[in-house]
């Protein structure tokens, strides 16, 4: 991150080619090997627009600003890449969140919106993409989401879990019910 600009977290995908990193402004993607910046999204204050800067896109198509309705500020707290698509999981974080902590937006990078939406009484402390799972883990649960319709399969309650640990397999099929946490 620039200097004006906090990092609040980073994660790679699920091949390890891509690190995707949330800041107090937005959230940036880079490529690892090369390593270098792929491209970045700076969520704008107070309802205004998502402003793009691109280098190669990862999914493989060109990348392009666009505009987006949100909350009040522009803090990525949480994200998660699903390999090299256009599909990112976003919380919103930070002094100055784009989004409410307690909610997960599935955002479509290529559309430059969200696609969808999942609201929590908690904060949100971790999410995990699948190609066929979204795994949301709060303080005291996870919860799995089918990924094409959002449909909760499962919540699976883990005792005190202050930092959402959580890990899933990255097959479908990799075993147990799709996520899972410490007890």
Request: with cysteine.
């Amino acid at each position: 991150p620039d200097a004006d600009d906090d990092l609040l977290c980073l994660g790679f995908n699920q091949d390890g080619g891509c690190l995707a990193v949330g800041t107090s402004s937005g959230f940036r993607i880079c490529n690892v090997c090369p390593f270098g910046e792929t491209f970045r999204r700076t969520m704008g204050a107070g309802g205004g627009g998502v402003e793009g800067e691109e280098g190669d896109d990862p999914s493989g198509g060109g990348a392009v600003g666009g505009s987006v309705a949100g909350g009040g500020g522009g803090g990525i707290g949480r994200i998660s890449m699903l390999y090299r698509t256009n599909l990112l999981a976003l919380v919103g974080g930070g002094p100055s969140p784009r989004y409410p902590p307690n909610k997960v937006l599935v955002w479509d990078d290529r559309l430059h919106r969200p696609i969808g939406e999942l609201s929590f009484r908690k904060a949100v402390l971790n999410v995990l993409l699948r190609r066929d799972r979204v795994c949301v883990a709060l303080r005291d649960r996870v919860y799995v989401y089918d990924f094409a319709d959002l449909r909760l399969l499962d919540c699976v309650e883990t005792g005190d879990n202050p930092r959402g640990l959580v890990c899933i397999s990255t097959s479908a099929g990799g075993g147990g019910g799709g996520g899972g946490a410490p007890d």
